[in-house]
Each structure stands twice: as C-alpha cells, then as structure tokens.
C-alpha cells in the first residue's frame, strides 16, 4: 500500500465518474446497481458525481473494481485537477 492510498485523488472526481458512467452502461447496471455492488453510499456516489467531493484513491478503488477494473484504468488520461 502506497501513501497515497488515502490521500485525495489527483484526478477530477466528475471525470472519473463520467467514465464510471460509461462503464455502468457497457455492463446495463444503474448508479444503484454500482452502490450495492461496491458498498458505497448513494450520497456519497452523488457528492463525487456532483464535484462536491473530492474522494481518496482508496474510496475510487473500491468503487471501480466492483466493475472488474482497477483505479489506473478509469484515470489513464485524465489531465490532474487543479487546486
């Protein structure tokens, strides 16, 4: 485990969750479907989709192997948030 494991991702939270998007609609599951598959909270899910949150690499991980990908995979190309 690396330090950043728990630090905020590098990474804008609304782009990684436009690619979850595309990835929830490859498989034909909802946002639901996502949050019982991987745990996470609706309200949570919808505070990173919102840009409100900015979540740690280990809540990002947790979130994109339930759809049988790793964390590089949804970030690869992503230019790093600013601030």
């Known amino acids: 485990m690396t330090n950043d494991y728990y630090a ?3 990474f804008d939270p609304v782009q990684i969750c436009e690619r979850i998007d ?3 609609s490859a ?5 639901a479907d996502l949050e019982k598959k991987s745990g996470a909270s609706e309200a949570m899910l919808r505070s990173w989709r919102s ?6 690499v280990c809540a990002v991980r947790g979130v ?3 759809l049988g990908v790793l ?3 949804i970030t690869y190309g992503l230019e790093p948030r600013r601030g």
Do not use: D, F, H, R
């Not at 498989?27 to 946002?31: A, K």
């Not at 840009?51 to 740690?56: L, N």
């Open 64 to 66: 994109v192997e339930a």
């Open 8 to 10: 905020p991702t590098p």
């Open 27 to 31: 498989l034909g599951w909802s946002w």
């Open 51 to 56: 840009g409100e949150v900015v979540p740690p």
């Open 71 to 73: 964390y590089e995979e």
């Open 22 to 24: 595309g990835m929830l």
